[in-house]
Nanobody, 125 residues
């Protein structure tokens, strides 16, 4: 029903920036809440950002205003702009989707039904 493909990962020095993109293929993109998660080896999947149909995202506590989650609904695309990256930001970043629910903040991986394959982000010193 839904396919998600992340892109934009890579290697960046600490303090640098990356922008990740998530391409959504399916029906009624505007009817899905979208999320970003990340996972480092041996750790649980961690919430990064979420967004509803509008362009205002919400973020994990560690973000501290460094990231911006946005969506271009006409292009079925969600972006995650990451600035001032830290070594501890290293991990595989996943795009996720779930049928839209109004007024609910979705921060748990179990809240989402669809997942991309992930894109690797490596932050070096």
């Amino acid at each position: 029903q839904v396919q998600l493909v992340e892109s934009g990962g890579g290697v960046v020095e600490a303090g640098g920036s990356l922008t990740l993109s998530c391409a959504f293929s399916g029906v009624d993109f505007n009817s899905y809440n979208m999320g970003w998660f990340r996972q480092a080896p041996g750790l649980e999947r961690e919430f990064v950002a979420g967004i509803e149909w509008h362009s205002q995202g919400y973020y994990g506590n560690f973000v501290n205003d460094r990231f911006t989650d946005d969506r271009e609904n006409a292009k079925n695309t969600v972006s995650l702009q990451m600035n001032n990256l830290k070594v501890e930001d290293t991990g595989v970043y996943y795009c996720a989707a779930v049928g839209w629910t109004r007024g609910v903040v979705l921060r748990a991986s179990d809240d989402y039904d669809y997942w991309g394959q992930g894109t690797q982000v490596t932050v070096s010193t």
